[in-house]
């Protein structure tokens, strides 16, 4: 049987980040589509990435505009 691993989206703050980790998510995901209303930077990204504990995958959620 195959394991489920959780993603939660919309990450935008350190407590974000945590709350993450805490709910046993597999990984974090950074929206980096600008008219997001949970749009992040990627400079903002980093930082909150650099801040998540190991372990916790980091995923790009991005758009194709077209």
């Known amino acids: 049987m ?3 691993r959780v993603k ?3 990450v935008r703050t350190l ?3 945590a709350a993450v980790a805490e709910a ?3 990984y974090a ?3 980096f589509f600008p008219r997001s209303p949970r ?3 990627p400079e903002a990204a ?4 650099l801040a998540a504990p190991e372990g916790l995958c980091k ?8």
């Open 59 to 66: 995923v790009a959620l991005t758009v194709d505009a077209d």
């Open 39 to 41: 749009f992040v930077t």
């Open 2 to 4: 195959q394991q489920v």
């Open 8 to 10: 939660i989206c919309g």
């Open 15 to 17: 407590a974000d980040v």
């Open 24 to 26: 046993g998510a597999a």
């Open 46 to 49: 980093r930082a909150l990435a």
């Open 29 to 31: 995901g950074f929206n």
